[in-house]
């Protein structure tokens, strides 16, 4: 089971894999597929594995992407309903991303924005439409209200 804690170790491993892959700025290369179901995190050895990285790995892009990726995964997790589980999750991966830097919220929302049409493309192709607009919906609406209370990052 997945602790706010795990999201901030989550954050402190993407943010120091972009920083060793960084090429300038907010290009970096890719992890991929970040998501919260492919950090392994052992507390007792203070180590964190990530596993599958996906198709993308290596790709040269904005590190907003890999971020948009990881928070769209987890606001269409469909165990966090109540709205303080996703956004204390979704606040402590930024938290430790973003410990000692800069955080631009309309590169992200962009990238976000992206993220939800290509999921929802994705998965009216393999699933029903239906389906396809009910996930979306709840991401959407999750996102609303992320937008509502963002993560401390986005308020400096």
């Keep these: 089971k997945s602790s706010p804690a795990d999201f901030y170790y989550a954050g402190l491993w993407l943010k120091s894999f972009h920083d060793q892959n960084?090429?300038?700025?907010?290009?970096?290369?890719?992890?991929?597929?970040?998501?919260?179901?492919?950090?392994?995190?052992?507390?007792?050895?203070?180590?964190?594995?990530?596993?599958?990285?996906?198709?993308?790995?290596?790709?040269?892009?904005?590190?907003?992407?890999d971020l948009a990726r990881f928070t769209v995964d987890t606001l269409k997790m469909v165990r966090i309903i109540r709205k303080k589980h996703y956004l204390t999750a979704i606040h402590s991966l930024f938290r430790g991303y973003f410990k000692n830097g800069e955080f631009s919220i309309n590169v992200f929302m962009k990238h976000v924005h992206k993220r939800m049409l290509f999921n929802f493309k994705k998965q009216r192709s393999q699933r029903s439409f239906i389906f396809a607009s009910i996930s979306f919906f709840i991401v959407w609406y999750r996102f609303y209200i992320l937008k509502r209370y963002p993560p401390d990052a986005i308020k400096k």
Excluded: C
């Design 22 to 65: 960084r090429q300038n700025n907010d290009i970096s290369r890719l992890f991929g597929d970040s998501n919260p179901h492919h950090f392994i995190i052992n507390k007792d050895e203070k180590s964190i594995s990530a596993i599958a990285p996906g198709r993308a790995f290596g790709k040269i892009d904005n590190i907003y992407v």
